[in-house]
């Protein structure tokens, strides 16, 4: 079943006459894992907020659950935003260093009006939890927390809505790669028992490879090549691909 | 032997976060220190050129340099060493660049002969694959993307054609293809001017694919050290287990990693014993007696675990990992 389907999306930066994202289509199915690949500064986070609506697009659809997500008011587009979440790229810019990891996680809530009083301390508890933290991290500060657990909170607060949907930016790029292998961990279990979709962006092809069932190759805001892992990582057709296969640290 | 380090410690304030690292670098070799942040891995690279200031740090033990104990030298020829033969290339690049000097300058600072120095300059732009900057002589850092500013870090490093180079975590900041070339940069310069190198860094697989040897660093000590292939095809130290799993790869699609649970402990807190005790998957009750000294398995292959025989053996194959 189709969750997503994007077309020809376009985006460009006026002011750099850049065009960071140039006629995105493809779709994305229900419980699979979509990675996608390519160097810094090719559009990756860009297609990201453009699918959230965090920037807003140039021209093209994207369909969620027969939804246009480009034509719908902004309060819909709160409404829907519950079930479409996102994991940003650095745990460290992405937490206010001035709340509780509670009052982050809570703050969905507020935002969302769906969970009110004691219920959203005992949700936000369940949360972490869920994610390999405990109550006590409740009360503590983001600069009290390493980066993985940080990056735990940044998962943590995605989940928060029950999405049915998550980009996942980078999560693991700033991470050690001891840390990176249990976070990693924790999105492949959390994708298993919820029956999530993500969206997987990185530029690391092993950590794509070991997590993502379909991949698609950007390169300076197109796509260059997509396919099943399987494909792309055995017999890659673009020069590109061929490119980021060679100088992948793969093992 | 151009380096030798003895039983090196470093505290700041009373606290020891190096607590005796012995590494040896031949001419021209490349040996890489792994560990995750917070194991004291940039501290020992920073000791090796006295960086660490002596209010901050307590530093005992021997870096032998060319027969010279580093750590005994007086400012005037540590200034001799530093920056001449041996020179240091930071993680970030673009905070290690003075912002308001040219790149031509920077490189003409390292410089020790001021004879022909634009020559020079292009013949070091050169060898470090900045041909598009020579005889621009007006660009900035800030001019230049993440990938040519290390290079023109590199290219400061070997102006003064230095025996050592401590290269700490030098492609973390960069992109994919970017890193390749810069690990293919620093390999062929290695080569070509008989370099050897003190190669920092968290991740194996570039660890894995430019270094001679490798030294795995954990709470201040090294606890597995040998030739790259002896790590790859038999790691010994389940904290190299650990890191070896933990490389996410196509390989391994789908499954679970057979993860280091936990996290590094604090230097203030340490556990008795084996200092890997609390994350340990094949820990035993012996273990928490005393820490283990670094045992020879094979030629030039040493690890700090007393069941280092067993655990080869008793590696989990891949399929049935769990969280």
Do not use: W
Request: aromatic share 6%.
């Amino acid at each position: 079943m189709k969750l997503l389907k994007i077309d020809s999306l376009h985006k460009t930066f006026k002011k750099h006459k850049v065009s960071a994202v140039d006629g995105a289509s493809f779709s994305i199915f229900k419980g699979e894992v979509l990675g996608l690949v390519g160097e810094s500064g090719c559009g990756k986070t860009t297609l990201a907020k453009l699918i959230l609506r965090l920037i807003d697009a140039d021209k093209g659809s994207i369909f969620y659950k027969d939804k246009d997500l480009l034509k719908i008011s902004h309060s819909d587009m709160r409404k829907t935003r519950k079930s479409l979440q996102i994991i940003f790229q650095d745990p460290y810019a992405s937490l206010d260093p001035r709340m509780r990891i509670g009052e982050v996680i809570e703050e969905v809530y507020d935002i969302h009006k769906n969970v009110t009083g004691r219920e959203k301390k005992n949700k936000a508890i369940e949360l972490l939890e869920t994610v390999g933290l405990g109550e006590v991290y409740l009360q503590r500060l983001s600069s009290e927390l390493s980066g993985g657990e940080r990056q735990r909170v940044g998962i943590a607060r995605a989940l928060a809505t029950d999405p049915e949907f998550i980009i996942c930016d980078e999560p693991v790029s700033s991470l050690d790669i001891s840390i990176q292998a249990q976070i990693l961990n924790l999105l492949i279990d959390l994708q298993k028992r919820k029956n999530l979709t993500y969206l997987f962006i990185s530029h690391d092809l092993g950590v794509i490879g070991s997590i993502c069932d379909r991949v698609m190759v950007m390169q300076s805001g197109k796509f260059v090549e997509s396919g099943s892992c399987e494909t792309i990582f055995r017999n890659p057709k673009h020069e590109y691909t061929k490119t980021l296969l060679k100088s992948a640290l793969l093992s | 032997m151009l380096l030798q380090i003895k039983n090196l410690k470093v505290g700041y304030r009373n606290i020891e976060v190096v607590r005796g690292v012995e590494l040896n670098i031949d001419k021209g070799e490349c040996v890489g220190l792994i560990g995750e942040s917070g194991c004291g891995k940039t501290t020992v690279g920073l000791s090796v050129t006295k960086l660490i200031p002596e209010r901050i740090g307590m530093t005992s033990g021997e870096i032998l340099f060319e027969d010279k104990n580093i750590l005994k030298l007086n400012p005037e020829e540590l200034r001799n060493i530093r920056g001449k033969k041996i020179s240091y290339v930071f993680q970030e690049p673009f905070s290690s660049l003075n912002p308001v000097f040219t790149v031509y300058e920077q490189i003409r600072e390292m410089l020790e002969k001021k004879n022909n120095i634009y020559i020079q300059i292009a013949e070091i732009l050169k060898s470090v694959g900045l041909e598009k900057i020579i005889g621009r002589k007006n660009v900035y850092p800030h001019e230049l993307s993440g990938g040519m500013q290390q290079r023109a870090m590199i290219g400061m490093a070997i102006a003064s054609k230095p025996s050592l180079v401590i290269l700490d975590e030098p492609t973390t900041a960069l992109d994919v293809t970017i890193q390749r070339q810069i690990l293919d940069l620093i390999t062929g310069l290695k080569n070509k001017m008989n370099l050897s190198i003190l190669f920092i860094s968290h991740d194996l697989r570039i660890v894995f694919s430019i270094a001679d040897k490798i030294g795995i660093m954990y709470a201040g000590k090294i606890v597995e050290y040998g030739t790259k292939e002896k790590i790859i095809s038999s790691p010994s130290h389940p904290y190299t287990i650990g890191l070896i799993d933990s490389i996410p790869s196509f390989e391994h699609r789908k499954q679970l990693f057979n993860v280091i649970g936990g996290k590094a402990p604090l230097f203030s807190e340490l556990p008795k014993g084996c200092k890997f005790y609390p994350r340990c998957r094949f820990r035993i009750k012996e273990c928490l007696k005393k820490e283990p000294e670094l045992k020879d398995i094979s030629a030039d292959h040493f690890s700090r675990c007393i069941l280092t025989s067993e655990i080869a053996a008793r590696r989990l194959p891949k399929q049935n990992r769990s969280i």
